[in-house]
């Protein structure tokens, strides 16, 4: 079936360095991936998505890879900040693209 | 743009009551909406896809005589968990898109169930 993994430890980095999380999929090559960001008793929030032709997006400080080889994105916030503190979900369309599957995420914490 | 409340934020019954949960998109008009339920650490998991004016799909395991989905109109669907208890208890979230697939779709802010 298809997986998303994420790293469900926490991720702590000091304020200004960057950030990478990952996300690691099997069983399945998605025509593209979805990163949001959740704080604690809110509901996500879309922040990028890449599709599989596109090796790299960027958006301001956030740059997210896609390696179809791998079956690997990377996420990665640079000059981080404590407001970047929040559960970072990947997330990938099933066959079909009327369902999305989502990883359980992997919990940032910039401290200052 | 593109957002998508949730009513209410936080509700607390007693077991063997309904609670009914709201989910709008404010501004656009959404042709699918999917609840999901999430579990603390872990991911959201699919609860049903509904399309409006249609019956809703329901993911494998999801009693749909429990959690009854209602999408009358283009910017409305309610989810309503029948006679509740304490394991369905959960942090219960909507989403909206505005077309079939889930290419963009805008997820409500949740709603806190939790079931005496």
């Known amino acids: 079936s298809q997986k998303i993994e994420q790293n469900s430890e926490a991720l702590n980095i000091q304020e200004g360095k960057t950030a990478t999380l990952t996300c690691n999929y099997t069983?399945?090559?998605?025509?593209?991936l979805q990163w949001y960001r959740q704080d604690p008793g809110r509901g996500p929030v879309f922040l990028l998505l890449i599709r599989e032709n596109e090796k790299e997006k960027r958006k301001e400080r956030l740059k997210v890879t896609f390696d179809t080889t791998l079956k690997q994105s990377l996420f990665h916030i640079t000059a981080s900040q404590p407001a970047d503190s929040a559960t970072y979900l990947c997330?990938?369309?099933?066959?079909?693209?009327?369902?999305?599957?989502f990883g359980a995420g992997t919990r940032l914490f910039v401290k200052a | 743009g593109a957002v998508v409340s949730q009513h209410p934020s936080r509700v607390i019954c007693k077991s063997g009551t309904s609670v009914k949960i709201e989910c709008r998109s404010l501004d656009f008009q959404a042709t699918t909406m999917f609840w999901y339920r999430q579990f603390p650490k872990k991911s959201l998991m699919l609860m049903a896809t509904s399309n409006e004016g249609s019956k809703a799909t329901y993911e494998q395991g999801v009693e749909k005589d429990k959690f009854l989905i209602n999408h009358a109109s283009l910017t409305l669907s309610t989810l309503t968990v029948t006679s509740a208890h304490p394991e369905d208890s959960s942090f219960y979230i909507c989403?909206?898109?505005?077309?079939?697939?889930?290419?963009?779709?805008?997820f409500g802010p949740g709603t806190r169930l939790t079931v005496l």
């Open positions: 989403s909206a898109s505005p077309a079939p697939n889930t290419d963009t779709q805008y």
């Open positions: 997330a990938f369309p099933n066959t079909g693209g009327f369902k999305t599957i």
């Open positions: 069983n399945y090559s998605p025509a593209y």
